[in-house]
């Protein structure tokens, strides 16, 4: 179905961009390109519809101007004007002919076909309700990680940095009513509260009304609603008393509660979020003594001549980051492979992964890429032939977890995962930090460096409480990221035994 929509839309002038177009259209930065495609062709229908109103408009007042001027003559003095007979032929020939056709014209239904596209475009290609809730979440994902106000975040002030970018009362409200509808009551208030300072009746209010439908009284109440719902009956009377000359609903609505609002007790303080980062997406922890820089060259002869630049940023979980592992060409070829079969993970299955899609894609084990790993890793690569590559959508993030399996998806050939490397495939404009919050580590996007770290100990047992980790809510920017897994039983022959004494990097 999707196919023929496209090559339909194509027929119709519309640009190439609307192919990369996917469901789940909120889940991949990617993905959403299309979209800005889709609305620009709605915009160049609209363009048209209205020019072939305008043009129906003009030849309407062109032939309306020529009978007023033939109508101030006749109106002084109808019985003269008739009693010419220039006149009277002029007059009988108007009103047998040309009126009928402009009956006829004003009749005629301009611009059908510019109607019809755009019907057809969104009826199939329009992002769907669970779209718009995974947009919804998204934010409210950015307010709790970042501990935004949503007055700052409507205004595009983002982590103290400004952008060129806002959010329409029309927004506020959406986001509103879906805290409302989570029992997010407390940033419900708040987006409530931005919704109504955005409002500027000159400049929307009839747009809003006769297009998009807005009620001002509902905003209001809805707004009202939620105040007395946390105690705050005497800021609901405040607001009410300044707009309820708006309407008769909203006056009743300030009678009612002025006769409940409790007199001479003060409202609880408005509720603003506290800058709290539970999470460590804003946390960077001081250097530490054991972090290092060295050039890794004893894993193949090849690195003896052009070693690897590492960063150890852990000792105990052992964690490094490679600097310059991954380059242009082979960042390009993954994405290119990738775009179209990225695909949203299972909402249920996958419960940590939010606004996020990704793709298995397949390496060959003698590619430069392939033994580039094994030089990072010293581990075999044959058997481990799968990479993902992820791309984050609005504001997405994969919430705490381990990369070890659960028994039942373990395999008698690959066991668990031994060792993971996750490489950053460009850098990040604000947001998307990968934080190891009880190791204490904040690692941001770096383009072309891989982090590398080991799931299980010398005994083969997971390092859960330590390497439990977390990617950031992306603010600004697309993520991409390429994971590559190298399971334990490949590797029985490749990594040397230990002992308890011995330390778990060795």
């Known amino acids: 179905m999707f196919m023929i929509l496209s090559i339909c839309l194509t027929s119709l002038g519309l640009p190439g961009g609307l192919s990369e177009m996917t469901i789940d259209s909120a889940m991949s930065v990617a993905g959403m390109k299309g979209l800005v495609a889709m609305e620009g062709f709605l915009i160049s229908q609209m363009e048209n519809y209205t020019a072939a109103l305008k043009n129906k408009i003009d030849l309407l007042e062109s032939f309306l101007q020529e009978v007023q001027s033939k109508r101030e003559i006749s109106r002084s003095n109808p019985r003269e004007f008739v009693a010419h007979p220039l006149n009277a032929f002029s007059l009988i020939r108007r009103l047998h002919e040309d009126w009928t056709q402009s009956e006829l014209l004003m009749l005629n239904q301009v611009g059908l076909e510019h109607l019809e596209s755009i019907k057809n475009v969104l009826d199939e290609a329009q992002p769907t309700d669970m779209d718009l809730n995974d947009a919804i979440n998204g934010i409210i994902a950015l307010q709790q990680f970042y501990n935004l106000q949503p007055g700052d975040i409507a205004n595009g002030l983002l982590l103290g940095q400004q952008y060129n970018a806002s959010l329409s009362t029309l927004d506020c409200q959406a986001l509103a009513n879906a805290c409302m509808n989570t029992n997010f009551d407390k940033y419900a208030l708040n987006w409530y509260k931005t919704a109504v300072e955005h409002y500027n009746d000159d400049r929307d209010g009839q747009v809003y009304r006769e297009v998009f439908g807005f009620k001002l009284p509902d905003l209001y109440i809805n707004y009202t609603s939620a105040l007395i719902s946390k105690g705050?009956?005497?800021?609901?009377?405040?607001?009410?008393?300044?707009?309820?000359?708006?309407d008769a609903t909203l006056w009743s609505?300030?009678?009612a509660v002025y006769d409940v609002r409790k007199i001479g007790i003060p409202d609880?303080?408005?509720?603003?979020?506290?800058?709290?980062?539970?999470?460590?997406?804003?946390?960077?922890?001081?250097?530490?003594?054991?972090?290092?820089?060295h050039y890794e060259k004893n894993t193949s002869d090849f690195l003896r001549i052009a070693p690897l630049k590492v960063e150890t940023l852990s000792v105990k979980p052992h964690i490094v980051l490679y600097h310059d592992v991954i380059y242009d060409s082979e960042i390009s070829k993954v994405k290119n492979i990738s775009l179209?079969?990225?695909?949203?993970?299972?909402?249920?299955?996958?419960?940590e992964d939010h606004n996020l899609k990704l793709a298995k894609i397949r390496e060959d084990p003698r590619s430069p890429l392939s033994l580039r790993i094994k030089d990072m890793t010293g581990e075999d690569v044959e058997e481990d032939t799968d990479?993902?590559?992820?791309n984050y959508g609005i504001c997405g993030f994969r919430f705490y977890h381990n990369d070890n399996?659960?028994?039942?998806d373990q395999t008698a050939k690959l066991g668990d995962r031994l060792t993971s490397i996750?490489?950053?495939?460009?850098?990040?404009?604000?947001?998307?930090?990968?934080?190891?919050?009880?190791?204490?580590?904040?690692?941001?996007p770096q383009k072309g460096s891989a982090l590398v770290w080991r799931n299980l100990d010398h005994s083969l047992q997971p390092k859960e409480d330590l390497l439990q980790h977390l990617s950031c809510p992306v603010i600004v920017g697309s993520k991409w990221t390429l994971v590559k897994w190298l399971h334990e039983r490949p590797q029985m022959f490749s990594r040397p035994c230990t002992n308890n004494e011995e330390i778990e990097s060795a």
Not at 405 to 408: A, I, P, R, V
């Open 422 to 444: 996750l490489f950053f495939m460009n850098d990040v404009a604000l947001g998307g930090a990968f934080v190891f919050l009880n190791a204490n580590l904040t690692i941001f």
């Open 405 to 408: 399996l659960e028994s039942q």
């Open 387 to 390: 990479l993902q590559i992820e």
């Open 340 to 351: 179209p079969s990225l695909r949203s993970p299972s909402r249920i299955l996958r419960a």
């Open 232 to 246: 705050f009956e005497g800021t609901a009377w405040n607001l009410l008393r300044d707009v309820s000359d708006i």
């Open 268 to 293: 609880p303080t408005f509720p603003i979020t506290p800058w709290i980062d539970v999470a460590g997406c804003q946390r960077v922890w001081p250097t530490r003594q054991h972090q290092s820089c």
């Open 253 to 255: 609505l300030r009678k």
